[in-house]
């Protein structure tokens, strides 16, 4: 292999990981936003069953849920 091609094939690589970077970069800032809502989301479903004096579901509940999918 001569040494263009050698710098040719590393450029490329160099740009693919930056790519990759950006990409997952991305997707760690997703699944931060997502994991975010979610907890918003249960602290308010969690004040509005304490206001109602209705009980949360179980673990087990949760499991039987995902089991019947």
Do not use: P
């Amino acid at each position: 292999m001569t040494a263009s091609s050698m710098t040719t094939l590393l450029r490329r690589i160099e740009a693919l990981e930056a790519r990759l970077n950006d990409v997952e970069g991305g997707y760690g800032e997703t699944l931060y936003r997502l994991q975010r809502a979610t907890v918003r989301t249960d602290l308010r479903m969690a004040r509005v069953l304490d206001h109602l004096g209705v009980t949360d579901v179980t673990e087990d509940d949760v499991d039987q849920a995902l089991d019947q999918q």
